[in-house]
């Protein structure tokens, strides 16, 4: 019987965020450096490692895009990325500190692999899941509270899920409205405002102040 060692792996994976969180105390702690050197290396390695690794994953592999299967290699790639990110979602305090510095922020999103305006402005409280699948253009505003996500997952009746990934795009001088949701393949067109608490549905776009379904393949 062919044994499925992905569900194991994905547990182990979850591991990461506490064990990268607890290795900077214990390089920094033991060291004969001021305190202000220590803080500076813990905040490097808390800002930096992640995105670094996520880069270089993305420059070896690609990003991960399509549906898959939680059964597949390209599940547990996107597993380990967002565990990358996972300590920034559960303190998003993290985040807000950048966004206090115009553009620093959205300079940290590029490192992720994202292509983000220097000009896009990010109100608090937003969430932003797999950075490295999101377009954000120059004046667009995010309002406080929205969620940017490039991933769906779907429960199957096997017990696995299937995963679609694809790129969030959110036009220049658009306006995604406080609480809405903007799934992925979804398309916020220039000048353009979301409304408050609307929910995008995936590969949906937002054009002339109402909802377009996507396009059916030819």
């Known amino acids: 019987m062919k044994i499925n060692f992905y569900p194991l792996l994905t547990i182990l994976i979850n591991y990461f965020p506490a064990i990268y969180l607890i290795a900077s105390a214990v390089i920094v702690v033991p060291a004969d450096y001021a305190i202000e050197i220590k803080l500076l290396f813990i905040l490097a390695w808390i800002y930096f490692l992640p995105p670094l690794i996520c880069r270089l994953l993305i420059l070896i592999w690609g990003r991960p895009l399509g549906t898959v299967s939680s059964a597949s290699p390209t599940f547990i790639y996107w597993w380990f990325l967002t565990q990358l990110q996972i300590v920034f979602i559960r303190f998003p305090f993290l985040e807000e500190v950048l966004r206090i510095i115009p ?107 109402r909802i377009h379904r996507p396009e059916p393949e030819i």
């Open 103 to 209: 553009g620093a922020y959205n300079l940290w999103l590029n490192l992720w692999g994202g292509k983000v305006s220097l000009f896009a402005y990010w109100s608090p409280g937003v969430t932003v899941a797999d950075r490295y699948l999101i377009s954000v253009g120059r004046g667009a505003v995010l309002g406080g509270g929205c969620r940017i996500g490039a991933h769906i997952l779907v429960q199957q009746a096997d017990n696995t899920q299937l995963l679609t990934l694809a790129e969030v795009r959110i036009d220049e001088y658009s306006v995604i409205g406080i609480h809405a949701g903007v799934g992925p393949g979804c398309h916020v067109h220039a000048h353009e405002t979301l409304p408050g608490g609307k929910l995008m549905r995936p590969f949906y776009s937002w054009k002339d102040g």
